[in-house]
């Protein structure tokens, strides 16, 4: 019977293999860590910027209020 250590070693190795032998799934895996990338670093700077930023404690509290209790 095997014990319950094993079982994340064998997962682990199961992956490890599985990524050793893909060819065009590295690429794939490179470019959907680059959209990522992108999507949450570049576009977070430019288009979300921070609500609350340069505001007092006070004036946090009453727009957060004003937000949540229309």
Same mark, same amino acid.
Request: glycine share 4%; with cysteine; hydrophobic share 55%.
């Given at each position: ?5 094993? *079982?994340?070693? +064998? /997962?682990?190795? %199961? ?7 893909? #060819? ?16 949450? *670093?570049?576009? +977070? /700077?430019?288009? %979300? ?7 007092? #404690? ?13």
């Amino acid at each position: 019977m095997k014990t319950a250590k094993a *079982l994340p070693v +064998r /997962l682990w190795r %199961f992956y490890v293999d599985g990524f050793r032998q893909m #060819t065009w799934g590295r690429t794939l895996w490179i470019i959907i860590l680059l959209k990522l990338a992108v999507m949450f *670093l570049v576009l +977070r /700077l430019f288009f %979300f910027q921070p609500a609350l930023a340069g505001l007092n #404690t006070e004036e946090k509290q009453e727009t957060v209020a004003r937000n949540l209790c229309p």
